[in-house]
């Protein structure tokens, strides 16, 4: 990942905003720490902060029906948390866990909202985020729903090192099983699998990646398409509309690196 990004944010959505606008957002504000397994939204309540991650990732996950609850999302670096203010509702409508702990950026929704109005470039950025976000939500829809379990946890375990920007962290069976949507049994069968093939070491949580592109290989076409979507959403040169300004052809620019800083 390019250096800039790091010096300037450490979050790629905010290192695609121009310095104004980042400062605009972020203010004097210092990056607070996420822990480990600390809740930061519930379905139904009220949206307080926004959230850009920089090392650690937030699990999203769904209502659950007689207990059972599932994944369908993962924000890190390169993403945000709060995607509804986008859209002027103030309401959450999954449940948000810390899966991974780390340094994130935490706008103030209030102050969040009034950014958007006052810098049009930051909603132009991150509207092009929400078109990602809602695109892999419909792509977890149709991988629940069709992609066999073994195939389902490789592409989670790989989204999960690119957003824990290691290839070995901490993943709680529990966890497993909300990322799959099945039992525990069915996450021990499939990590057992993985593990036969050498491609991951699995052991009391603690979980190694031994085989990236091995892993590619094994998981299901979501993990790829997911990342097209990315690089083609901040890649594209022209504005869906047919026209940006000069501003946010810089903005696109530095997000072709964030698509290229991504997909490594
Ligand atoms: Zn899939």
Known sequence: MPQLKRATAGNLLLAAMSAEERGRLLGGEAP?????SETLGEPGGRIHHVYFPIEGFISLITPGVDRAQLEIGLVGSEGML???LLLGV???PLRALVQGAGRAWRVDAATFTQSLESHPGIRTTLNRYLYVFVAQLMQTATCTRFHLVEARLARWLLMTRDRAH???FHVTHEFLAY???VRRVGVTSA????QRRNLIRYNRGDLAILDVRGLERAACSCYATDKKIYSRTFTKKTDRAGSHSV?????????????SAISC
Do not use: D, H, R, W
């Open 179 to 181: 990322m799959l949507g």
């Open 166 to 168: 290691s290839s070995q």
């Open 90 to 92: 103030n309401v959450s």
């Open 82 to 84: 709060g995607v509804p």
């Open 247 to 259: 501003g946010q052809t810089a903005a696109m620019k530095l997000a072709g690196e964030i698509a």
């Open 32 to 36: 607070i720490n996420m822990t480990f």
């Open 191 to 194: 990590a057992s699998a993985l």
